[in-house]
């Protein structure tokens, strides 16, 4: 459908009635307009007090949005391997390579294609699509790393913006479905509000109270973060642990102890256990874990949430002691010559911890060998 086109007096009209004291409301009803395009026109022409001059700024606007389309359509024709002339299929493949960094207006225009004939091969294919899942894929990683930038304040209207100072040709409703996929959400003026009202009907309460020797698995998952430095760097890493066979069930490294690196570890691990969630989960109290989001999270899976006193690392000893081990083991004793070989180092790790370390609580057993040994029980009595 196009978008409706309001001529200049109209404009004006609803803007000179608004500061003379109109409601929104009233403009709506008066001259069955939306509010949102109201709202637009109030904060577009606010520095303007002579609205005569609205005319010559929008004829301006309009003339420079006409310009930058047509230099991206000029972008799109010297990237393309084809013609506005050559058959659709071939058109429209030339066009794929290119969605997600240019608009599909433009990307349709320059080569005379029908949107919705665009928009059915790409929904048609995007499974297959690997290019479009490449896309997809860079596009949440940068989504995301604004996010931890910004310390988790910004919404998809601001990532928006930044992604196009970045270069990235997106759209909103994208971001937005990018990060309901990655699980974020801006941070709230209620935060605050929920915060301590959560804290006053769930008090932080201590209910593993150093009961680390569990029966079964994924009946008390504990976590804790630290970090690590690299050149001048810091990096924190997640670990959740299944207090049963000791074993690390997943683990993030990120470069922002946030809510979101214990909430992508928490999923991981759901996943990992193929969404078997455990009774118990137990932290120290580290802002992270005692967040709103995240202790909501627990509650829709309906785990008891467990927190160490404040002050008192034995709590959380066993996870304590892994940092511990792993540093000794791994971080002191190795020489990494870039990010990229300090993640892999780390991963073989915590392969080689889960894998072929055996541990004392485990009766010289890896932890993978323990678990493994509890499910022959298991099936050898069903």
Known sequence: MNKKIYSIDIIKNNVLKYRAGYSVENLMIEFNIPRSTIYYWIKEYKQIKNLDEIKYVSAYENEKKK?????????VLKLVNCTIHSPLQIKLKELEKLYGKFSVRVLCEALDVSRGTFYNHILRNKKENTSYVKRRQVLSNEI?????????????????????TK??????????????????????????????????????????????DVEEPNQVWASDCTRISY????????????????????YKISQRASTQLITSTFNEALNKRNCCAPKMFHSDRGCQYTSFAFRKLLLKHDILQSFSQ??????????????STFKQEEIYRTFYLSVKQLKQRIGEYIDFYNQNRPHRSNNYKSPNQKEEAYYNKINREV
């Open 67 to 75: 310009n930058l389309k047509l230099q991206q359509i000029n972008q």
């Open 144 to 164: 995301l790393k604004i996010y931890e930038d910004s310390r988790g304040l910004f919404g998809s209207d601001k990532i928006l913006a930044v992604l196009k």
């Open 167 to 212: 270069g990235f040709h997106t759209s909103k409703p994208l971001v937005r479905e990018l990060m309901k996929e990655l699980g974020i959400r801006s941070f709230r003026s209620t935060a605050k509000r929920d915060h301590s009202l959560w804290n006053k009907l769930h008090p932080p309460k201590n209910h593993l109270q150093r009961n680390f």
């Open 231 to 250: 050149n001048q760097q810091s990096y924190h890493i997640c670990v959740i642990m299944d207090l049963y066979s000791r074993k690390i069930i997943s």
């Open 310 to 323: 404040s002050g008192n690392p034995y709590d959380n000893g066993v996870v304590e002691s892994f940092f």
